[in-house]
């Protein structure tokens, strides 16, 4: 919780006016039934007075301190309107910024559709449960406090029956919560269960149907419903018990209070009014009881939304303090022939599972071409991932340009390495604001020239030239000029190692090969990793990097590999068939 | 339990289109709901009487304690002036008030318990059917509804809009039927006892109700600009925090950062209105309410000096303090009914428009029964297409005049580029679809004449999309045969060569998969799909680009489960790898809906056409 009042920090006038002016308008509405008590008083007695004055004054007084009460919590809503809302806007910004600023492996880890509901859903319940604290978190229990303190000023006897009154609500209500929350978490578990089988149901819609799974699917979808709702009302039977049972327990005090009364009136201590006004302050105490209860539920919704919202934040600390730890950059200081090397790497993406890649080591020189292959899993792209140091390898070291990728600046880093993702991404704008992505200050000519050596030419006309609209993911396009567009966007960097993560998939084989001697012809020379699972599309580079099932099968041309590299070989025969056949 | 709501913001989108629910569609759909409740109706006459007695319970304990005060003060007045004896029997009276105050408490307590319990149940059960009737209505609807919506949209409206049905009903239940009761009951009980008083409240109270509805069409507008900017910030933290890795990858985060602000800025301004405007409500319904209560202790008080003074006349009559103070209490309490009502009102209108939502699933056409029709037996696997013409949108045709006769045994490869129409001629041998005319028939008997089920369990399926159920790997390949021994099991695994995966993993056979459970690769996924088919062996096989996402391979390793399970049954195969496909004795080369060629593949490679030009294109 700590972490996140930081977010009122800006806020504190607002936060220490806003409970204050809600006391305010609670401290006014405390003396109502002191007003009514001297009327009623006055009315007894009238025969001794004959004055009828005194009920307008009681009159004006009411309205009087209804206006007042009125200002002061108009004032009140004010500042927890201000503080709620800044509040969340200060912890959007951070949230935001501490997700982008996540390692790849947590973005992996904590999975895109919670980082969503995080930033949105459940900064909304905290905003709310902030906006209702400071509205309501001081008030119900200072008129409860206050309804007692204004009992003992009245008389100290009765004033003790309140003292067990709330002390017996207090424990009731507790009670109550506290067994409902299990119960509301049983019923949560329960929906789950039925929102997943109503999904099952509809992705395999064709499937069940195929195995005529019907009824059988049915059957688990009722036994699950059966149970929520069963869950559901035992809950409410528990969360219903609440308003009658204070209800019930506080009449009966306000006879106890009355009989009580009634001995004091005989015996002098009280009149007929002050025991009017005691019954007025125990009413009070039920209805603000029963906004206290509510708030309750709020503030734990809030609670439980805060500290999803803490465990990401913290997530966010993990990764920058392991940055600033490391506060100078190795450089690199000579030209090093090899330009990315391994060094018996190894990657495991959870400490739970399996090894994605195991003791990887190889070389490459500056400027070669080179072909990485193999199956489905088998880590082509963890191993690309490593080399702009995307994921931390387990073991071993990666080194770009002769530093170790750890050491290395990663904005550096990331500079010389131009990325073409496997799933082609754009964004809403325009095609030059997103190819200049790669490059902030590239003029038009270079964004040009990028799409035409990425043979995207068609694809930016079609959208009426560089100034054309994309939406958003890049929606209007098809997947294969998107990929384009996205080599066009990595080209636009003029990276020094360029890396393609099949990105030619969705490419006939004709704009595959035109796009591949482009690549060949680049005047900064760049060092080219090319991912496929098709041979055709490695099958000319330098050097090809063979992987099976997270090791390195084969190294070397296409031509020793069909040699001496079975894995390779039987990849090959799979989609050409025998040789000689 | 009643929702505070100083802090109202309306629940869901603003932007829902309430109005396209038009008045007689939300006629038509209380209709059906009171329909589904008409079966409650012993649970609604207790619940409605539980509410009258909780009501009418609620408003005698005030008169019971405006009596205590009356003798109190009688008994305060006569202090030294009263006989013993009358002094007694007021003190009597007394008591009894206040027990019957305590009886009246507990009456209510125990009433409203009831009609909450009550409520509880006609609600849960209520939506409970609906849900059932939802899911066996998707159970039976035709694939061309499923395939057309979001499946998103529908599990919402199963899960999210029913569940927001079923909260709204039961407020709906609890407080728009006690607070009807409590404004009639407190007015009569209020009229009964001075009608002039009464009128001050009768004319004072609604002001709050104007006040609470002025304050919210006037905050709708800011609601609205609140929840299109929140609309846009959502789509922004969509498109970036969903791509974060790109975003990383090409150092754009300050960029990205400044663009979020910009619209964090814009939120935070119009939240800050919205809550402001709206949280003004509490506050001014609280004053009218305090205006009201200082109305009625002015006039109060004059009935009660009036009452003193000795001069009641004949319809203005003087109050004692006990019947003041009682009108104090209703005076409190009076505006809260209102205030409820006008909130479950939208409540219920929002509930109206969930429910409208998910009975629109349920008035979906299904599928017609077909019980009665013949069901296939013991199929031999001959299988007919004469003159087949098929589209999904009336405007643009797909399939035209398809002609394909299949002997039993046969291997049949279709193959063709991307939408020419594979797929689709398995949604019609499947009768996912219906033909728009022409005739399939298996074994000489129309498809249209035997039950879908008995059709299609002579068909083993096995699709790209490696879909499993969340379950023990045993469930998963009891899929089709849920009541098969386990050594059946272990055997059809073994045939399929999924047996040595599976003897790996932690618990064998009763690994869970799925959410939480054992991650499987792509190539694992599929060989369990093809041993659940394994298992059932049907007559006949589909395979729907069954290997497309998995590398060439792993490939080849299934294709040799493939092989054991095709021996001996009409089977067909799309694909868009030829390499598959090789070995069919027949392969079908589709082209915009038309089978173009047709042939064994030496045959076709011979004729030199557009298997030829297709097969090349892959090297």
Known sequence: ?581 | MALDTSGFVPKGNLNTDETALGNSGRKETIRKVLHRLSRFKLHIFISLLMATASVIFTLLVPICIGNVIDRISELAAGRGVMSETEALAIRNALNTELIRAAVFAAAVGISSYIMNLVNNRITYLTVRDIRNDAVKTIGCLPLKYLDAHSQGDIVSRIVADADQFADGLLMGFTQFFTGIMTIIGTLVFMLRMNVAITLVVVCVTPLSLFIARFISSHTYQMFRTQSIERGKQTSLIDEMIGNAKVVKAFNREADVIRRFDEINGRLTGASLKAIFYSSLTNPCTRFVNAVCYALVAMTGAFFAVMASDGNSGRFISGITIGTLTVFLSYANQYTKPFNEISSVISELQGAVACAARVFEILDEETEITDEDALSLTGVSGNVDLDNVDFSYTADKELITDLNLHVKPGQRVAIVGPTGCGKTTLINLLMRFYDTDSGTISVDGNDIRNVTRRSLRSSYGMVLQDTWLVNGTIADNIRFGLPEAPMDKVIEAAKATGAHSFIRRLPDKYDTVIGEGGAQLSQGQKQLLCITRVMLKLPPMLILDEATSSIDTRTEIKISKAFLTMMQGRTSFIVAHRLSTIREADEILVMRDGHIVEQGDHSSLLARNGFYTELYNSQF
């Open chain 1, 1 to 581: 919780m700590k972490r996140l009042l930081i977010y009122l920090k800006n806020y504190k006038i607002q936060c220490v006016l806003a409970p204050l002016f809600k006391m305010l308008e609670a401290l006014f509405e405390l003396f109502v039934p002191l007003v009514i008590a001297a009327l009623i008083d006055r009315i007894s007695d009238y025969s001794a007075f004959g004055d009828r004055t005194f009920v307008f004054r009681s009159f004006v007084l009411l309205i009087i301190l209804g206006v007042v009460g009125l200002i002061s919590s108009c004032t009140a809503q004010f500042f927890a309107a201000r503080a709620a809302t800044g509040f969340s806007e200060g912890l959007r910004h951070d949230l935001f910024k501490t997700l982008l600023g996540l390692k790849f492996s947590q973005i992996d880890e904590l999975g895109t559709s919670t980082m969503i509901t995080r930033m949105t859903a459940d900064v909304n319940t905290a905003q709310s449960g902030v906006n209702m604290f400071l509205r309501l978190f001081l008030r119900s229990p200072f008129i409860v406090a206050g309804a007692v303190v204004m009992a003992f000023t009245i008389d100290f006897k009765a004033a003790l029956i309140f003292v067990v009154l709330v002390t017996i609500l207090f424990v009731v209500v507790e009670l109550i919560m506290r067994s409902n929350i299990p119960m509301l978490k049983n019923v949560q578990s329960r929906l789950d269960r039925v929102l997943s089988l109503s999904r099952e149901n509809l992705s395999g819609a064709r499937v069940i149907r195929a195995f005529t799974a019907e009824d059988v699917r049915y059957e688990e979808f009722v036994q699950a419903d059966e149970d929520l709702a069963s869950y559901q009302q035992k809950a409410g039977a528990v969360s219903g018990l609440l308003n009658p049972l204070t209800y019930v327990i506080i009449n009966l005090f306000v006879v106890v209070l009355v009989y009580t009364g009634n001995i004091r009136v005989s015996e002098g201590a009280l009149t007929t009014g002050q025991v009017v006004a005691l019954y007025n302050y125990m009413s009070q105490i039920l209805l603000e009881l029963i906004k206290f209860a509510n708030l309750i539920v709020t503030i734990n919704r809030a609670l439980a939304s805060a500290d999803r919202i803490r465990a990401v934040l913290e997530l966010g600390d993990e990764a920058s303090a392991e940055k600033s730890g490391e506060v100078t950059y190795t450089e690199s200081v000579t030209d090093n022939e090899y330009i990315v090397e391994f060094d018996k790497v190894s990657l495991r993406y959870h400490e739970l599972s399996d090894e994605a890649l195991t003791d990887i080591s190889f070389r490459i020189r500056r400027g070669e071409t080179v072909g990485i292959i193999g199956g489905t899993g088998s880590g082509k792209s963890s191993l690309i991932a490593l080399i702009p140091g995307f994921y931390e390898t387990t073991s071993g070291t990666v080194r770009v340009d002769g530093i170790d990728v750890k050491d290395a600046d990663p904005d550096k880093l990331k500079k010389m390495v131009g990325i073409v993702p496997q799933k082609a991404v754009l964004f809403e704008g325009t095609i030059a604001d997103n190819l200049r992505w790669g490059n902030e200050n590239a003029t038009d000519e270079e964004l040009r020239e990028a799409v035409r050596l990425s043979v995207a030419e068609d694809v930016v006309e079609s959208k009426g030239g560089l100034e054309g609209e994309i939406e958003q993911g890049g929606r209007n396009l098809s997947g294969g000029q998107r990929q384009r567009l996205t080599i066009a966007r990595a080209l636009v960097k003029r990276p020094e190692i360029l890396i393609l993560d099949d990105s030619s998939s969705a490419l006939d084989n004709l704009t595959d090969r035109r796009l591949r001697d482009n690549l060949k012809t680049l005047d900064y020379d760049p060092t080219v990793f090319i991912v496929s699972q098709r041979c055709s599309s490695v099958r000319d580079a330098d050097i090809i990097i063979v992987l099976d099932d997270g090791l390195l099968a084969g190294l070397g041309t296409h031509a020793e590999l069909m040699k001496n590299c079975e894995v390779y070989r039987e990849i090959y025969e799979s989609q050409f068939g025998k040789e000689g056949e």
